[in-house]
């Protein structure tokens, strides 16, 4: 059974950090692209950030420089360490794998960036 559960969320002031991790199992993780994506109220879910399975990572303009997307293949986890939180990333977080095909999704974790 694939599970992807998301953890570390929470409420936060602006400037502040948060680190959210991304346990996964039931899939062979190592060969997978995972990544993270985020949904505000109101709002579509937009990509967050991506690392690939050689571990090339991307971002989304509006994070670069304050995310960093990582993976621990051993572990089957993946992470992103926000720093300098704005209001403007309150959202639920979410976990995806993608590779053959496949395209798996966590439940969401919520952060909230307020003062």
């Known amino acids: 059974q694939v599970q992807l559960v998301e953890s570390g969320g929470g409420l936060v002031q602006p400037g502040g950090s948060l680190r959210l991790s991304c346990a996964t199992s039931?899939?062979?993780?190592?060969?997978?692209?995972v990544g993270w994506y985020r949904q505000a109220p109101g709002k579509q879910r937009e990509f967050v950030a991506e690392?690939?399975?050689?571990?090339?990572?991307t971002y989304e303009d509006s994070v670069k420089g304050r995310f960093t997307v990582s993976r621990d293949d051993a572990k089957s986890s993946l992470y992103l360490q926000m720093d300098n939180l704005k209001p403007e990333d309150t959202a639920i977080y979410y976990c995806?794998?993608?590779?053959?095909?496949?395209?798996?999704w966590g439940r969401g974790t919520q952060v909230t960036v307020s003062s």
């Open positions: 995806a794998a993608s590779a053959y095909g496949n395209n798996y």
């Open positions: 039931g899939f062979k993780f190592d060969v997978y692209d």
């Open positions: 690392i690939n399975n050689i571990g090339r990572s």
